[in-house]
Structure formats: C-alpha cells, structure tokens
Nanobody, 125 residues
Framework: QVMLVESGGGLVQAGGSLRLSCAAS????????MGWFRQAPGKEREFVAS????????YYSDSVRGRFTISRDNAKNTVALQMNNLEPDDTAVYYC??????????????????WGKGTLVTVSS
C-alpha cells in the first residue's frame, strides 16, 4: 500500500504562484509514476500533470502546459507541482496520485490505485 499526503494549497490572487507537494510512504515499486489531478466544484476530476519514475519526463494537460512544472525527488519520495501565473479556472482540489505509467496516467484516472486526500487551491480574480 502507498500513502500519499498533499500540502501547499491555499488562497492566491490571479497571476500568483503556489507550490504543491506530495509525500509518499509505503511500498512504491509497483506504482512508481506520480501525477496530479484536480477537481473543481461541479466538475469531473481532470488530469493536470505526471512524471516518470526517474523524473526525466513530465507530461502536462494542455490547460497548464507552460504554467505548471512537475518534479520529483526520489530520495525523499516527494513530488511537487510548481504553479505559476495562476488563473481563477485553476481553482480546485488538487490530488496526488500514483500509478504504473506517467504517459498514460491522464487516461487511467479511474483505475489508479493510490490517491491522496487532496489540497484546496483557490485563485481569486
């Protein structure tokens, strides 16, 4: 089992920045890819970004590419999401997830085995 705990959410004005962090514990060998999803009120949970086990290859949704950066520190078992130039549409609960493939994580959200509880990001206009 893998436990995931997100942190770093908060309130920020449009154009500002936030950095989210996800700490992983437990056995991670079978779920080495990490990623972030978000869910706004009344909307379906959507893919944000993912990163391979090595940390060499990131993947982003079109809505955040160029503004968000995902990274990981395998020595610390953490994954971060640096969010810049935030927009009101970025307001959502952000969830950390773990799975077998970073490349396909956006298409596999319904079968990902591990999720955090989420951290709320609110972007005011």
């Amino acid at each position: 089992q893998v436990m995931l705990v997100e942190s770093g959410g908060g309130l920020v004005q449009a154009g500002g920045s936030l950095r989210l962090s996800c700490a992983a514990s437990g056995r991670t060998a079978s779920s080495s890819a990490m990623g972030w999803f978000r869910q706004a009120p009344g909307k379906e949970r959507e893919f944000v970004a993912s990163i391979t086990r090595s940390g060499s290859t990131p993947y982003y949704s079109d809505s955040v590419r160029g503004r968000f950066t995902i990274s990981r520190d395998n020595a610390k078992n953490t994954v971060a999401l640096q969010m810049n130039n935030l927009e009101p549409d970025d307001t959502a609960v952000y969830y950390c997830a773990a799975g077998p493939s970073a490349q396909s994580m956006g298409r596999e959200k319904n079968i990902l085995p591990y999720w955090g509880k989420g951290t709320l990001v609110t972007v005011s206009s």
